[in-house]
């Protein structure tokens, strides 16, 4: 029952926003069940959140502004798994922590809203979210901020999210197939609590379809913050 009410409450957050679900189930499940079991089951479900949203929206997604982000990001997993052992993993959880916070005070005041970046400064957020991922498992928050900063309206901005997080996920799936770990347990997990996954998905795309632009914006940059504070979190 717990673990149905954490994801449910993980896939609204998810579908409200359009990330955050394995920002909010990982470090709340792992209090009942070992990593190892979750980090897979994690990605089926939220491989299937992407995809469904991503479908729903998609008439908003342009691929040209997202495709640099993508190719950046293939060569940043790889070095940043290749860092792991080479940099000291709490400095780079602060500084991400700090990057993050000053760019949401930064968000706060209207002028500084008004500035836009050109989709060719795509594939250097790409490889920051890449080089996260491998390291830290935190990709989220590069995406987010470029996404944002191009100034795109709520439902573009969504829809591209979806896209990126469905092609990262299905590789890291596919990681985790390759390894070993999409077991028969793993998929049993998937089908019994995909229910409450979907139904806490609709109920958070029911409340977004609510909501205006400046709202939504808020929403991005409350879970954004809370993503930073979670990654410096785990540094202790």
């Known amino acids: 029952m717990l673990e149905a009410l954490i994801l449910f409450f993980s896939a609204f957050v998810h579908g409200l926003a359009g990330f955050a679900f394995a920002l909010l189930a990982v470090p709340l499940l792992s209090l009942i069940r070992p990593l190892s079991e979750i980090v897979p089951v994690i990605a089926l479900w939220g491989f299937t959140m992407n ?35 080479l940099f000291p993993e709490k400095i780079l959880r602060f500084v991400l922590f700090f990057t993050v916070s000053g760019y949401c005070l930064w968000e706060c005041f209207p002028r500084f809203r008004k500035i836009q970046l050109s989709p060719l400064w795509g594939p250097v957020f790409g490889f920051m979210a890449g ?30 999210l ?25 998929l049993k997990a998937y089908l019994l609590y995909l229910p409450a996954v979907l139904f806490g ?25 809370l993503s930073a504070l979670a990654a410096l979190l785990r540094a202790f």
């Open 51 to 85: 995809l469904i949203l991503f479908w729903l929206m998609r008439r908003s997604f342009r691929l040209k502004p997202v495709l640099g982000l993508l190719l950046g990001a293939i060569p940043g997993i790889f070095l940043g798994a290749e860092a792991l052992s």
């Open 131 to 160: 080089f996260l991922g491998g390291m830290l498992n935190t990709p989220g928050p590069p995406v987010v901020i470029y996404v944002n900063l191009l100034r795109v309206g709520k439902d573009e901005l969504k829809s591209a």
């Open 162 to 186: 979806q896209g990126v997080f469905m092609v990262m996920v299905g590789f890291m799936i596919l990681a985790h197939g390759l390894y070993g770990r999409l077991g028969d347990s793993t």
């Open 201 to 225: 998905m609709a109920l958070g795309q029911g409340l977004y379809r609510r909501i205006g632009e400046v709202s939504y914006h808020r929403v991005i940059h409350l879970f954004l913050f």
